[in-house]
């Protein structure tokens, strides 16, 4: 019994021993199998007979042995010899993203890839690999690469005499001296026949024609008719707009139900909140015209659109100082001006009468150097420069050289900016 036991323990070595050899050998006759793969491709390649190198290479690409990062290159070169044909275009495209989906990927593949659709005008899919890297990897190369690629931008065609700021994807426009609203891509939406007209914001504006002041929707239809005697009107947000009445600026709804607090001046809602000016002098007031900042400021610093509050933060002035309000409470130091915060990024201030930029903490960000300046938007924020306005990164760089007459800021991949024959859109290709 002893012995038989004996012979099973030594016939299992044996077994297991023939095995780990096996195992090595194998994995030899797997480098050798590549090697040999690739150099019958690269007797092919070498007379740029690259249609019969493909099996070989897609053949040693598929063994995961020492070679196969050199298998891959030499495959895509291959591809790239023969994108006359969809079908290796597709091919190198799908070796892409198996490259890219590895958990080990190197970041010249994700780098690659972007150039690669760039080439192509396809941006999306060029954006979408450097975003993916970025996440991936955090390499410092993608990083320069996405932020000398990512402010490439297009021209609109057509021209107007004026426009508003971006607002929830349409702008205002002004042609023969009237107001419409187009959509980003330069589709008119509301021909250009009002006198007046308020942001489109949810699912109307406000406009003036003939002396009357009524609510229309997107297809130009009216929804409701403002009957009281009403001298002006501000932009409508948050449905709300400021109407000036016999007693003062009062604030109404979509539909024109007006409030009964009278005010000197208000201004327009974001962020639930909105500057108004009462005895004098300047506060914050809520939805309900409750006081977040008391009225005792000489003035709240707004926006184009008449907005003053973002991300919690404000900017009043008292004497000769612009102070951020943060969460109703003054703060930091005092500047000579400043713009509000947008919806994100930094807000432009001024000190030793230059511009720079400051987080919603007051930290500076972006040194005091340009002439004039708008807070960010959409990671782009307009400056001017020796007279001429342009567009900086998050980083401070010039994005957008300075080539403009006047420019407003970035909103949904877009801006308006003023040329020698009129006001124009630019669009980021970026989505």
């Not at 419409?180 to 109307?204: A, H, M, N, Q, W």
């Not at 100082?321 to 947008?342: C, H, M, R, S, W």
Request: aromatic share 12%.
């Amino acid at each position: 019994m002893k012995r038989t036991v004996r012979l099973m323990i030594a016939l299992g070595c044996m077994a297991l021993l023939v095995s780990s050899w096996a195992i090595v050998l194998g994995a030899k006759s797997a480098d050798d199998k590549q090697a040999e793969l690739l150099a019958q491709a690269k007797a092919y390649t070498d007379d740029k007979v690259y249609i019969l190198a493909v099996p070989f290479l897609e053949e040693a690409a598929d063994i995961g042995a020492e070679n196969t990062p050199a298998a891959e290159t030499a495959l895509k070169e291959a591809y790239l010899e023969l994108f006359g044909q969809p079908e290796y275009r597709n091919r190198y495209i799908g070796l892409l993203e198996k490259q890219m989906d590895r958990k080990d990927a190197p970041p010249h593949v994700y780098i690659e890839a972007a150039s690669f659709h760039l080439d192509g005008g396809r941006y999306d899919e060029a954006f979408d690999a450097f975003r993916r890297g970025i996440e991936k990897t955090g390499s410092e190369d993608i990083i320069n690469e996405y932020e000398q690629c990512r402010y490439k931008y297009f021209n609109g065609y057509t021209t107007y005499e004026d426009v508003k700021p971006i607002h929830e994807k349409t702008l205002g426009v002004q042609k023969d001296g009237l107001w419409g609203i187009v959509t980003l891509e330069g589709k008119t939406i509301i021909p250009c026949e009002y006198e007046k007209i308020s942001v489109f914001s949810g699912d109307r504006a406000i406009v003036k024609k003939d002396d009357e002041i009524y609510a229309i929707d997107q297809y130009n239809n009216r929804l409701a008719l403002l009957k009281e005697t009403v001298y002006d009107f501000g932009n409508y947000a948050g449905d709300r707009i400021a109407i000036l009445t016999d007693d003062g600026w009062k604030r109404a709804t979509g539909d024109f139900q007006i409030g009964t607090m009278a005010f000197e001046q208000i201004g327009t809602y974001s962020g639930e909140h909105a500057a108004a000016k009462q005895d004098g002098k300047w506060g914050l007031i809520d939805m309900s015209s409750t006081w977040l900042v008391p009225a005792e400021y000489d003035e709240l610093m707004m926006d184009e659109l008449g907005r003053s509050y973002a991300q919690g933060a404000a900017f009043a002035k008292k004497g000769d100082g612009v102070y951020l309000i943060i969460n109703g409470e003054q703060t930091g130091e005092a500047y000579e001006d400043a713009k509000p915060f947008g919806d994100e990024g930094y807000a432009a201030v001024k000190k030793g009468g230059l511009w720079g930029y400051i987080n919603n903490s007051g930290e500076l960000m972006i040194d005091y150097q340009f002439e004039e300046a708008l807070s960010f938007g959409q990671h782009l924020a307009a400056v001017k420069q020796d007279g001429l306005w342009g567009y900086i990164s998050l980083y401070g760089k010039m994005a957008i050289e300075a080539e403009y007459l006047q420019a407003k800021s970035f909103a949904d991949g877009a801006a308006p900016v003023l040329t020698d024959q009129g006001w124009i859109l630019i669009t980021l290709y970026e989505a």
